[in-house]
């Protein structure tokens, strides 16, 4: 994928990019049926070569975070701290497609290994989970604290 403009901005989107790739987990917003928000961390899989880039997550389906996606599928994830952010906005669907689970579960394997045991983790390891594709409709990033960096990117 060729590089988006920002709509605002000056933050390069490589910084963005590879800011998403090197992260180990990140913050998922969710809400309850009832309204009410819920921010949990997942281990994600970034893949910015998509169009419209893409954010995967796995949770089980018992799990608040699942019941909430099932009534609400509109989410938010955040990178970083209130200083240096990453923001993916979009909507989620869970990934049905084999194919894709596959190249997911490859990237997925390769990124968390455990340093202890060397053993690899895998988006089936759970039978119970379910993987999610987050397609970014808005990302937005800014440094240092200050909004004055606000860039933003939007791919509806």
Same mark, same amino acid.
């Given at each position: 994928m060729e590089s988006p #403009?920002?709509?605002r901005g000056f933050i390069p989107w490589a910084t963005v990019d590879v800011g $998403?790739? &090197?992260?180990?987990s990140i913050w998922l917003a969710t809400s309850r049926p009832d309204g009410r928000a819920m921010i949990a961390p997942v281990w994600y899989w970034w893949d910015g070569? &998509?169009?419209?880039p893409s954010l995967y997550f796995i949770t089980a389906r018992q799990t608040q975070k699942a019941?909430? $996606?099932a009534v609400h599928d509109w989410v938010e &994830?955040? $990178?970083g701290d209130a !200083?240096? &952010?990453v923001m #993916?906005?979009?909507r989620v669907s869970i990934v049905e497609d084999r194919d894709e689970q596959a190249r997911v579960d490859a990237a997925y394997r390769a990124r968390y290994v455990d340093p202890h045991s060397g053993a690899h983790a895998s988006i089936h390891d759970n039978p119970q !989970? !379910? $993987?999610y594709r987050l397609k970014a409709s808005r990302v937005i990033a800014w440094s240092y604290g200050t909004v004055g960096t606000w860039t933003e990117w939007r791919f509806d």
């Open positions: #403009v920002p709509i $998403l790739r &090197a992260g180990r070569e &998509a169009s419209p019941r909430n $996606l &994830a955040h $990178l !200083d240096d &952010a #993916v906005r979009g !989970d !379910d $993987l």
